[in-house]
């Protein structure tokens, strides 16, 4: 059965783009059907991915203002081995396109309807605002993946998060869920990033990931190259936390 998360945040600068594209290669690397769809008008999973997004002729625009299907905008990234709905500038123009069409929140989710059962796992990299096409995402997904800094800030911006998620189950997509916390660019020397993750284990208990992703020099260089980090140097701490976290989902699916 597909799995459909949005990996989102609305705090920028938390890891959620590195998150969606190695979390992608790293599910893909264990057999697993992706795939990746970039919500994001400033195109860069689509990048990551080694897709050049200025010589896209069609994106996740078109989609979203139902002037193109799934099919006809797919594309596999050359080196993660998984498939990507790419997204560029264009993008930024649907929310206004958008405002007065009718079913404007469920676009993408019609569209997936009938391509979902060929994936295992569909990622949705949201932008990093409570926006329209964030919405989209929600309402398309079954679950949320929210990676986050262990910072100071990072818990008042959850709770806004979180209420977002709640008026959307509400309103939109009742089966929507809290899928985990991804703590990211962790450094285990810094005593507020500890304490900030001992409260979220408090509050959100096993809905915070084991894995934890740190900061790592080879997964900042990866989108330079326009490939995941699992290609760029899998022995790397970067690598091998999204690999751990790949198999913990898979574990988590299989007990579910």
Known sequence: MTKILAITNQKGGVGKTTTTVNLAAS?????????LIDLDPQGNATMGCG????????TVY???????????????????KFDLIPANRDLAGAEVELV?????ETRLKSALTQFAQSYDYILIDCPP??????????????????????????????????????KVRAHLNPG????????????????LAQQV??????????????????RNIRLAEAPS?????????KSSKGAQAYLALAGEMLRHKVTA
């Open 197 to 214: 993750s001992e409260q979220l284990k408090q509050h959100f208990g096993d809905k915070v990931y084991r894995t934890v992703i740190p």
């Open 51 to 58: 897709i050049d997004k200025h010589a896209l002729k069609k």
């Open 129 to 166: 605002a409570l926006n329209l096409l964030t919405i989209n995402g929600l309402c398309a997904a079954d679950a949320v993946m929210i990676p986050m800094q262990c910072e100071y800030y990072a818990l008042e911006g959850l709770s806004d998060l979180v209420q977002t998620i709640k």
């Open 225 to 233: 190259y326009g490939i995941p980090v699992l290609y760029h140097d």
């Open 62 to 80: 078109h989609l979203l203002l139902e002037q193109a299907s799934v099919a006809e905008i797919t594309v596999t990234s050359p080196r993660g």
């Open 27 to 35: 599910l893909a690397a264990a057999k697993r059907k992706v795939l």
């Open 100 to 104: 007065d069409q009718p079913h404007r």
């Open 176 to 191: 929507l869920e809290i899928e985990g916390l991804l703590r990211t660019m962790f450094d285990p020397r810094n005593m």
